[in-house]
């Protein structure tokens, strides 16, 4: 009689199971990441008739209309960045004094963990409601806005989708700005203050030097979130299919012209200039996630 | 001669429901360094602290009595004045990690936006280094970030950030805990020199420091003052059976 194995019963199951055990986790790993690579490849052949079709036209043209046959993206991104770096910059202010407030000034207790409860729900909030919200209230206040100044009254367009996108966002700056800044060492605030430094003056020149490698990471998170936006933006921007003249036009950006055209795009060209569009919005924010890693990095190897 | 410097009179703190200080009174001397030893918890820090108005950093703190200083009340002055006259060393190195050597010594000019000209900036930069006895080690590297100097450097590196504000009053949180010995025997020969320009009070648990280079010590136990006086009669002659029990016991 032959030995087939040294170990016992026991032992043996023990293996089985890890190994099994390991597969699974490997499996589904694996599984995440070649869908991934599946959506970048789908994303990458179906814009392929696109560039051919439109060539260098899709970036340097100035117009959007399928009818006649025009497919240019310039007034998709010129709207896309208007929006966006402009909710950047409504947004900054609130999402750093949040942060300094609750991760400063505040001691710890019941009402900073209220208020940190408070901006967390801003974030899980779903943007249609965002959307519905902005459409009942902050257009007709943007619409009274326009009739007061002379403009036209659109009450939907740039500025008005860049007021709801700037609250959606103020969660993501503020929650990692108030981790970073609660992180900034008691002894060096001390220090500044026992210098005859004034609380705001240790704000300036301590806490925020030493945190301001995760200020700007909780921003550029924050831009990615708004750019990719799309139900709320798609519901109170306008839909204009043309390059903007001022904040107070209507437009579309690049994920609300995908989110209101795909449907009824029947020809299969029309098709591919969306999903070219949807290339564009992926490896934008791709870039930006890559790009603040590498702030970060750089920025906080003192 | 004594110039009244500092006088404390029926101090008490509680935070909360806790005793910290129990109605303490004591004069400081001019120019000469005092030492406050006691157990841990017994006050030492909370005491100093409040000589700069640091314990107001304290949640639910509250401060009894009167800390004069030259006469004037510093509970009544603006805390940020208080802190100029009051220099303070902390345990624990804390060199602002973002700013140069050079920009650390004058960072409480920068902090409390007094603006200098670049050339009174350079003199205060090199007197206050060698104040510290840090000057011949840095002088070089001014403008690095101070993250490559040792424990010690660092440490004289706060204590010169803390004479550049030209403080009459130097307090002093356990300068050396964080230390090595060889950096510890530097301190202290540092402190024993600056005597001869500001007044210093230090807080330390160790009796053999305290007994090497102060000229007063005070033992503190459960937030009371136990026994105040020249170092050479308290550690010779003890007046309270407390104050020989420690001593004996942490020198044993």
């Known amino acids: ?302 | 001669m004594n110039k009244q410097i500092l006088e404390i009179s029926n101090l008490s703190v509680s935070i909360g429901n806790d005793t910290i200080i129990d109605n303490i009174s004591m004069d400081f001397h001019w120019k000469k360094i005092t030492t406050i030893l006691g157990p841990s918890g017994c006050g030492k820090t909370t005491l100093i602290r409040c000589i700069n108005r640091m314990h107001e950093l304290i949640p639910h703190a509250r401060v009894s009595g009167s800390i004069l200083l030259f006469k004037k009340n510093i509970y009544e002055m603006n805390p940020i004045l208080v802190r100029r006259e009051i220099g303070m060393v902390f345990q624990r190195p804390n060199p602002f990690p973002t700013m140069s050597i050079y920009d650390n010594v004058i960072a409480g000019y920068k902090l409390n936006g007094i603006k200098l000209g670049s050339a009174e900036k350079d003199n205060i930069v090199e007197t206050s280094l060698c104040r510290a006895g840090l000057w011949s080690e840095v002088k070089d590297a001014l403008h690095r970030r101070g993250a490559f100097l040792s424990g010690g450097q660092q440490q004289r590196l706060c204590i010169a950030r803390a004479l550049a504000m030209k403080p009459r009053i130097l307090l002093l949180d356990e300068p050396t805990s964080a230390l090595d010995p060889k950096s510890t025997g530097h301190i202290e020969d540092l402190v024993s020199e600056l005597k001869e320009s500001v007044t210093i009070i230090m807080v330390t648990h160790n009796i053999r420091q305290a007994s090497r280079i102060s000229d007063f010590t005070a033992f503190l136990s459960k937030g009371e003052l136990v026994e105040y006086g020249s170092t050479e009669k308290l550690f010779t002659v003890p007046e309270d059976k407390r104050t020989e029990e420690y001593l004996s016991r942490s020198a044993g």
């Open chain 1, 1 to 302: 009689m032959r030995k087939t194995s040294q170990l016992s019963p026991e032992d043996r199951n023990i293996r089985i199971y890890e190994t099994l055990f390991s597969w699974i986790l490997k499996f589904f790993s694996v599984l995440v990441v070649a869908t991934l690579v599946g959506i970048l490849a789908t994303i990458l052949i179906q814009a392929l008739p696109s560039f051919r079709d439109a060539g260098i036209n899709f970036y340097t043209g100035k117009s959007w209309d399928p009818v006649f046959k025009h497919f240019s993206a310039t007034p998709f991104v010129v709207g896309t960045l208007a929006t966006t770096v402009l909710a950047l910059l409504i947004s900054i202010p609130f999402s750093l004094s949040i942060a300094l407030f609750s991760g400063f000034y505040l001691h710890p207790g019941r009402i900073t963990s209220t208020i940190r409860l408070l901006i967390d729900l801003l974030a899980g909030i779903p943007s249609v409601i965002y959307g519905f919200w902005g459409l009942s209230i902050v257009v007709p206040a943007v619409r009274q806005f326009e009739l007061f100044s002379g403009r036209v009254p659109y009450g939907v367009g740039i500025f008005t989708a860049a007021l709801i996108l700037s609250i959606m966002i103020v969660p993501y700056a503020a929650s990692i700005g108030r981790d970073v800044i609660a992180l900034v060492p008691s002894d060096l605030k001390e220090a500044g203050l026992a210098l005859g430094a004034t609380p705001y003056e240790v704000v300036r020149w301590i806490v925020m030097p030493y945190s301001k490698a995760g200020l700007l990471s909780g921003i550029l998170l924050s831009f990615g979130r708004a750019i990719g936006e799309t139900m709320a933006v798609t519901m109170v921007i306008g839909n204009a299919n043309k390059i903007p003249g001022s904040i107070f036009d209507p437009a579309n950006t690049i994920s609300s012209i995908i989110a209101n055209e795909f449907a009824e795009a029947t020809d299969p060209i029309y098709v591919s200039h969306l999903i070219h569009m949807g290339l564009i919005l992926f490896i934008t924010t791709t870039a930006i996630g890559l790009f603040g890693r590498r702030v970060i990095k750089k920025w906080s190897s003192h």
